[in-house]
């Protein structure tokens, strides 16, 4: 099993910048794939970024140039750096980690959200 625990949102003039933080509750090393993914009202959740556990990084292209992902294998952490906020980008924040062979046990693990608004 893998708890995640999101933190950083918040409200934002657009424009401005936040940063997400995702605690898992094990190794990150072994976790084959983390990212965040959003939700708006209305919408489905889309695939906002993800890094693979040796570090390769996608991104939707909706937010490509002004979001940047990474981790810290220490302290088991992915973040969202996330500049030049427009308010489109306002949603619930999901954070994801993805287990699957040669490491256990295999599933799909959600974080609870967190919330981010971008003001006009």
């Known amino acids: 099993q893998v708890q995640l625990g999101e933190s950083g949102g918040g409200l934002v003039q657009a424009g401005g910048s936040l940063r997400l933080s995702c605690a898992a509750s094990r190794s990150i090393v072994t976790i084959n794939l983390m990212g965040w993914y959003r939700q708006a009202p209305g919408d489905q959740r889309e695939l906002v970024a993800t890094?693979?556990?040796?570090?390769?990084?996608n991104y939707a292209d909706s937010v490509k140039g002004r979001f940047t992902i990474s981790k810290d294998n220490r302290k088991n952490t992915v973040f969202l750096q996330m500049n030049s906020l427009k308010p489109e980008d306002t949603a619930v924040y999901y954070c994801?980690?993805?287990?699957?062979?040669?490491?256990?046990?295999?599933?799909?693990?959600w974080g609870q959200g967190t919330q981010v608004t971008v003001s006009s």
């Open positions: 994801t980690a993805r287990v699957f062979a040669p490491y256990y046990p295999p599933g799909v693990y």
């Open positions: 890094i693979t556990s040796g570090g390769s990084t």
